[in-house]
DNA sequence: ATGAAAGCGCTAACAT
DNA sequence: ATGTTAGCGCTTTCAT
């Protein structure tokens, strides 16, 4: 049987109310007491019991915010899938969530949406936070509020965070370079698709793809244009390149605009001519797996990163401890058409 | 707020006590006012809240017994981390968890380990089940005392679980077949090593990828062993692979004695001839993925499936239903030097 | 500063 | 067959 407050209380010979505020340092309790109590819980081993706690508070349930922009991105959709995923299992513990969606990567929507929430009052937040000044300082000064914060699927520097849960995206762009450097069989003339040089984490997937494609020296970045997640944007660019550089072989798919991208080469009937490498599972991605267009594409397990998200603040805001880890990063996977997610668990 | 049985009581007319005995079929109550009580828990939308259950019950916890042919095999030390994870994240519900550990797959073994938790007493087990007809007895008796049984990695048919935890074998073996075909332009030589004809997942692994390279008309299957995952038969059936067909160039290890016939490799100094797709991310496997003698290993989410076998039999139990998937998959992921877990979650 | 007691939602033992 | 009550481990309010 597992230590329990009432085995505290009996052996340092005061009150289970007495156990409970030292413990949790709620004050109005002698330092002298407190201290005497707390020694004693780590010699007896004592662990708190979670699902009783969370019991006795469950008429002032914790609250939990989360933003995504995840409007017009298919990418979120699983996101999404596991945070309520997490949600429902947490529900008994009563807890209350909010979930606003915006579009884009506009920090005025951003800190929009935060306000909304801080009016509403949480307890602790899931953002895919936008790198600015601006909303590194709305986040900093919440946490000084004592919110919590998780950040998902994107990371932000100097903010006092408790988490960040999502991929390295440097690694996945070294191990969309593993494959492209495989498959082409060290030998191609490459068009790399990606949303903004701006973007600090879609130009580490860039980079870390080229470090690897580095080792392979007739892989050729032949073109590089720029997108900004858009689907025209990318329709066109994609478009404008295939016709004016008739040597290329390959796609490179950095992020958003993926799907426009595979519109333009198909609209363009050059699917025989490429092969295309890209990220995450999203539905045009599926279909061209199936068709043989997309060679592979790499996964970050995005149910996972709501999901973990969900629970990390959650058992953060309980536990009133720090995650066992900052950086708490999703597996980078590589899918064909034959491993691509029909109905595995951490999918649905 | 949530409805609760104190909310049903009052709707009724009666007592809490009653309105538990109703929903939990507990018996002793008059049949009309037991789906008078059940109907009423319908329409006001009643779920049980697990936490409050388990709190209440936790005087006599829910016993699970595991029991695993992992000794001498790397991939199980996976699992085993997810089974103690799950079953960390549930001690604080009260439950009480006991892993028995094998060799093989001698049922006779097995059956032992079965009688052994049968005598402590079980209210529910994990196991990887040998597919023998004296096993699928022993199990289905055990069913009809009510105990509820989660296969985990392994399969069984005829047998009354609540779910199988694990990969799609056929689907694994597909996958590896698609990157090596892709990976080798199409171009190769095979060696096949596997464990036994007789072993039938392991078997489907071998069908699966032969099912997927038959589109590559290029790549031949030379040579075929058994190894019967062992180390040492898998060593000298790689060496005598090797030396009797000079023009393999890849080989494909099914399962167990990947290790010795990764061995073999190195001591033949025949690295440089040889590229070499696995399954799991056994140590052995791991190092030659740096090395480069591994091209890609398929991964099937160990971790997982141990956490996932644990959580699933706990909430079943808890819950008195079957979960809402008979077969759980877990999903298949082709890793390359580059994603190979170092420190992502669903690893450790 | 400390103790006592009620209560979170549910189960189980005991009454009726 | 049904009601009542104590209790699981913890928090919180109200006394002292």
Redesign the interface.
């Known amino acids: 049987m ?1 230590t329990t407050i009432k085995d505290i209380a009996k052996a340092a010979n005061v009150s289970r109310g007495t156990v409970d505020r030292a413990l949790n340092d709620r004050g109005g309790v002698n330092p002298d007491v407190a201290a005497r109590i707390k020694t004693l819980a780590a010699e007896m081993g004592y662990k708190p ?4 706690k ?2 006795a508070t469950r008429s002032n349930p914790i609250r939990i915010g989360v933003i995504l922009n995840s409007l017009g991105n298919p990418f979120f959709d699983k996101v999404i899938e596991g945070i309520n995923s997490a949600y429902d299992s947490l ?3 009563g807890i209350i969530m909010e979930i606003r969606k915006m579009r884009g990567y506009d920090q005025e929507q951003q800190l929009y949406e935060l306000e909304q929430l801080l009016k509403r009052g949480i307890d602790g937040l899931v953002i895919t936070p936008i790198a600015t000044k601006k909303v590194r300082d709305a986040l900093n000064d919440m946490v000084k509020t004592g919110i919590q914060i998780v950040c998902c699927n994107l990371d932000i520097d100097d903010v006092a965070y408790q988490a960040y849960v999502g991929c390295d995206y440097f ?2 762009g ?2 969309a ?3 492209i450097g ?2 082409t ?1 060290g030998e191609s003339n490459l068009g790399i698709i990606t949303s903004s040089h701006a973007l600090y984490f879609h130009e580490m997937r860039v980079k870390g793809c080229e470090s ?1 494609l580095s080792q392979f020296p007739n892989v050729h970045i032949t073109d590089y244009i720029e997108a900004g997640d858009d689907e025209e944007l990318s329709y066109n660019g994609v478009k404008t390149m295939l016709l004016e550089n008739n040597n290329i072989d390959s796609l490179y798919f950095v992020t958003g605009g993926t799907t426009g991208g595979l519109r333009a080469i198909h609209d363009l009937h050059m699917e025989d001519r490429l092969r295309v490498f890209t990220f995450d599972q999203i539905p045009a991605v599926i279909d061209d797996l199936q068709s043989g267009l997309v ?2 594409t ?2 970050q ?1 995005p149910f ?1 990163q709501g999901a ?1 998200s969900v629970r990390t603040l959650f058992e953060s805001i309980m536990s009133k401890q720090m995650p066992t ?1 900052k950086k ?12 691509i ?1 029909t ?5 649905k």
């Open positions: 597992p019991n979670t699902i009783a969370a019991l529900s008994d513990f690694c996945s070294q191990t370079g593993g494959i495989m498959t069989h690897v060679i592979a790499i996964d397990q996972t973990t880890r708490i990063f999703t597996e980078l996977n590589i899918k064909n058409r034959y491993n997610n109905d595995s668990i951490n999918t």
